[in-house]
């Protein structure tokens, strides 16, 4: 995030990140989907900065499926 949003929500909405992150760390969490097979290998992987951008159902069950 850079430190001028940091600022605008820290003012406006009286939310300060470091609080939740440590001192100077202004970085978002990323979401993101992982398939792993039972062998420990991850079979599909999916992760956007985007928040609303999440791994379509259909997809996972799709990974699922491959790992019959």
């Known amino acids: 995030m850079p430190p001028e949003l940091h600022e605008l929500y820290k003012n406006r909405f009286g939310f300060d990140i470091t609080e939740y992150n440590g001192k100077d760390r202004l970085g978002l969490p990323v979401p993101g989907t992982f398939v792993i097979g039972q ?8 992760a956007k900065t985007d928040y609303k951008m ?5 997809d ?5 499926k491959a790992t019959r």
């Open 39 to 46: 062998d420990g290998i991850i079979l599909s992987v999916f």
């Open 54 to 58: 999440r791994m379509e159902p259909e």
């Open 60 to 64: 996972i069950l799709e990974a699922l």
